[in-house]
Nanobody, 115 residues
Framework: QVQLVESGGGLVQAGGSLRLSCVAS????????MGWYRQVPGKQRELVAE???????NIADSVKGRFTISRDNAKKSVYLQMNSLKPEDTAVYYC?????????WGQGTQVTVSS
């Protein structure tokens, strides 16, 4: 089992910044893919940014140039720096990790961007 705990969400005005953090614990061996999804009510969860198994990154077009993903392997952590936030970035942000077909999710952290 892998446990993921997110932090850093909150309320921010449009144009502002937030930094999300996610710490993994438990049996994390082999869980190289790690990143962030987000979800708004009534819509599917969508990928925001992730580290692939090869170490490269995938960034959603909607956040490119504004969001940056980073990680600290020693701390088993992944971060999402969100700049120039827009009201449409409002969502619950979920940290996740996976190894092949095995997925684990955090509990989610709310990000609300006011206009």
């Amino acid at each position: 089992q892998v446990q993921l705990v997110e932090s850093g969400g909150g309320l921010v005005q449009a144009g502002g910044s937030l930094r999300l953090s996610c710490v993994a614990s438990g049996n994390t061996f082999g869980f190289n893919v790690m990143g962030w999804y987000r979800q708004v009510p009534g819509k599917q969860r969508e990928l925001v940014a992730e580290f692939t198994s090869g170490g490269s990154t995938n960034i959603a077009d909607s956040v490119k140039g504004r969001f940056t993903i980073s990680r600290d392997n020693a701390k088993k952590s992944v971060y999402l720096q969100m700049n120039s936030l827009k009201p449409e970035d409002t969502a619950v942000y979920y940290c996740y990790t996976r190894r092949m077909v095995q997925w684990f999710w955090g509990q989610g952290t709310q990000v609300t961007v006011s206009s």
